[in-house]
């Protein structure tokens, strides 16, 4: 069934929309997603054979069990449909492989345009394309109708009431208001690191991802020593440029797809796991070395951290401030040291704790039997 509003696209329209892989893993509303405005290809070599033989406005790639070559796919896909638009459906645990494929140039194009966290609705596809380019050729601005239905060929809109269209309306203000919406559900506002909201939800899938595969996922935690005193002295606007900067360093310390948070008021969370593609690289004699149970490379990025922040500038608070910001932490692994995120933290809080006790300016280290101190000065 069809409405007036509704495109009347066949298979060589341009306007119609590619979703290639497993779409239950992305749509909230998968069961109506159906009807002439898209094609639905579950496997990568079907939406490859579907983007040669037709001409897409856009095209949807759900990363959740797609293989390790989903570079090559998407480089194929752009060469097929060179003026497609390329989105990645990806899970919060995925979004530092998402990021990374939209930054990668091949032959002067990006591998993808962007990404979207998921699960989402269908609708809200639909707007971002929208957002990025015309899809159906609507000024942007104005509003267009993407039929959905189910497989008694009956139409119906996300709510599930039969007879209708999708209707998105697309305004300028309002798309604004929602990005920014966006932002704030998963990201610090004074820093633009990530919050705490996001790195639990974060840290939980990747850990359920760690369970399957034998992977690594090791969490720091850390504050900053006596951060009152610097409010006190030099006030809270000082204070807060205090956390700015130490979000920039932090950020250049660590590596590209370890996510760096803000979880409170002065304390901050890094989350190191293993990626896919790299956790093979690694000797065997490294993967059994005691290191192994705290990962080298957190243990190397937390001293880093650490020296680094000792010795800024710090412009807020003028030739004084040089050298007196230290900060506490503690680090804790899974799954020596918890089989879940609350754990993780619980352990990682109990090491901080114990940092601050013994004089501040430390990190510890727990799964041993008493707490270790990694030796800054190694």
Known sequence: MKTSNTPDCSDTDARKILLAGDIGRAFLDVDTISGPACRIQSSIADALDAAAENSFRAIAVVMSGMSNRLSSSLKALREANPDAEIILLAQMHEEPAAMQLVGTVSD??????????????????????????????????????????????????????????????????REAKIRQLEKLATEDDLTDL??????????????????????RVTLLVFDIDDLKHYNDVYGHLAGDEVLRQVAVLMRRCCRSHD???????????????????????????ERRSVAADHPREAIFIAKRIRRELEKAELNSLGPEGKGVLTISGGLASFPQDGLTIQQLFAQADRALLEAKRNGKNRIYLVGGPEDDIVDMDD
Request: hydrophobic letters at 35%; proline letters at 3%.
């Open 194 to 215: 990530k919050n705490r909201r996001y790195v639990w939800e974060f840290s939980r899938q990747i850990i359920e991802q760690a369970k399957k595969g034998n992977g």
């Open 259 to 285: 996510v760096v948070a803000r979880v409170g008021g002065d304390e901050f969370a890094i989350v190191f796991w293993d990626v896919p593609q790299q956790k093979n690289t690694a000797t065997e004699a």
């Open 108 to 173: 002067g194009q990006s591998l993808a345009d962007d990404y979207l966290i998921c699960p989402i609705h269908f609708s809200y596809l639909v707007s971002r394309i929208l957002r990025l380019h015309s899809v159906l050729g609507t000024p942007y601005g104005g509003q267009v109708s993407y039929l959905v239905g189910d497989t008694d060929g009956a139409s119906r809109d996300t709510s599930g009431r039969a007879g209708s269209a999708v209707s998105v309306v697309v305004d300028d203000g």
